[in-house]
Structures are given as C-alpha cells and as structure tokens.
C-alpha cells in the first residue's frame, strides 16, 4: 500500500504542532519528544512511541498536567484523518492508553 506522502508531511506538522502546544499551553518542554521528530519525523517519532512498553515520561507529563490532549495518543486516536497511517493494533494502542489514563474519548 503507498502511503500518501501529504499526509505523512501533515501529519509530521501535527506533531511540531502538539509540541509548540505543550510548551505554550501547558508549560511543557518536550525536548526528548522535539529530538525524536528532528531524527526521525512525526510517523516514525509516533510508531516508536506507541511500541515501546512503557509510557513516556511526556506522557505522564502531560498527565500531570491534565492536557492528555497534547499526547500522540490523542492526536492519533482523536483525528480520523490519520487512522490511515497506522494500523488497527497502534490505534487501539492509543485508545487503551487513553483509557488507562481516564481522556475523555471524542
């Protein structure tokens, strides 16, 4: 299947997106988070992020700070427009993890 390379390019932006976010609206500098995106670009950052087995400590952060609407968990699972860029196991990734953490699922 060719991915749509506009949407990985939207996407990638997305996640700029939710780091500028974290750091206007929640005073959280994800710096780890921004490295990963310069490294490897938002889709990769995302994968690796929703496959390790543990959360990350942005996560938790963003937790602590109740803006689990800033986390890639939430940009994924809330934006059907990049469902198609992951599968159905990364998807129900990010809604167990939501859940685990009581987000409010929209």
Not at 13 to 18: F, L, N, Q, V, Y
Not at 27 to 53: C, V
Request: contains cysteine.
């Amino acid at each position: 299947m060719e991915v749509d390379k506009k949407l990985i390019a939207e996407f990638d932006e997305a996640m700029h997106g939710i780091y500028h976010r974290a750091l206007s609206d929640a005073g959280y500098k994800a710096s780890i988070f921004l490295n990963m995106l310069f490294d490897h670009g938002g889709l990769e950052t995302a994968r690796r992020l929703l496959h390790s087995p543990n959360i990350s400590d942005g996560y938790t952060a963003l937790w602590e700070r109740k803006r689990l609407d800033l986390t890639v968990e939430a940009l994924i699972y809330d934006t059907p427009k990049w469902h198609p860029l992951f599968s159905v196991d990364e998807i129900a990734i990010c809604r167990k993890r939501l859940r685990q953490y009581e987000y409010i699922m929209r």
